[in-house]
């Protein structure tokens, strides 16, 4: 208990330094408040967008779009990758067909082949929503791969001398023991995806946060950017916590003996 109030305290203490520096350097002008924005100005220009809109479309509508390409991209990646991980890790056959194209694809940055895309499905949410899904499959279905195949034979062999069967083995005994990892590869999916969305948004849309942070670059208004930062930061901070919250409820026995 008292570890876990330090903690607090010092991540406190971390955002609050962060914040005075930041009021301090530009109270003091170290450096032009074209380059970096004071925290009032910032602000300010929260408060106005917020009330406003950006370019007559409200902030929450730019919020909306991002997060709609984003949850419809990550729920595919999760419904194709896990089933696919899971098979592959379970059979080498599937393995042989399936791990190649992924570790070609892995190392490869997203937007590398978004202009291919862009060239076969356009420039509407079709295009963002395809490229979301392939940039966060790879981290699920390794993650996925991995998980099966470090599945305790004894867990296996218990529940095939009490007289499972192959299903219910899958279904009772390796999917459980898997689900661990499967959530870490979703969280570092859905952070993939989250920076893929921005980086695609700014290559090719008209709405959407990073759409925002990019046109707002263009006039020189870091205020705006720096709102649009601290928006992703937020939303990406909370995004992670849901996944976090369902983690929690699927896999309770997680830190327990």
């Not at 902030?59 to 709609?68: C, G, N």
Request: proline residues 4%.
């Amino acid at each position: 208990m008292r570890k876990t109030i330090t903690n607090k305290i010092l991540t406190a203490v971390t955002i609050a330094a962060i914040f005075i520096l930041w009021y301090a350097v530009t109270k003091l002008e170290l450096v032009s408040s074209v380059m970096i924005p004071s925290p009032k100005k910032v602000f300010d220009t929260s408060v106005l967008i917020w009330n406003e809109g950006y370019k007559e479309v409200s902030i929450l509508k730019h919020l909306f779009d991002s997060l709609e390409r984003l949850v419809i991209a990550f729920f595919i990646a999760v419904a194709t990758a896990v089933p696919l991980g899971l098979a592959s890790g379970y059979s080498s056959k599937i393995a042989a067909v399936f791990e190649p194209v992924v570790e070609f694809l892995r190392p490869l940055p997203p937007l590398a082949y978004y202009t291919l895309i862009v060239l076969w499905m356009g420039i509407d949410n079709s295009s963002k929503i395809a490229l979301l899904a392939l940039a966060a499959f790879a981290p699920i279905f390794i993650s996925c791969v991995g998980a099966m195949q470090t599945v305790k034979k004894d867990y296996i062999n218990h529940a095939m001398m009490l007289g499972a069967s192959k299903w219910q083995i899958f279904f009772y005994v390796s999917f459980p023991s898997c689900l661990p990892e499967i959530f870490i590869g979703i969280r570092t999916a859905l952070g993939v995806a989250y920076t893929t969305l921005v980086a695609a948004e700014m290559v090719a849309a008209v709405s959407g946060i990073g759409w925002l942070v990019l046109d707002a670059s263009r006039f020189l208004r870091s205020d705006i950017i720096f709102m649009g930062i601290f928006l992703m930061g937020i939303t990406g901070i909370l995004l992670d916590w849901a996944v976090r919250l369902v983690e929690q409820k699927v896999v309770f026995w997680k830190g327990r003996d």
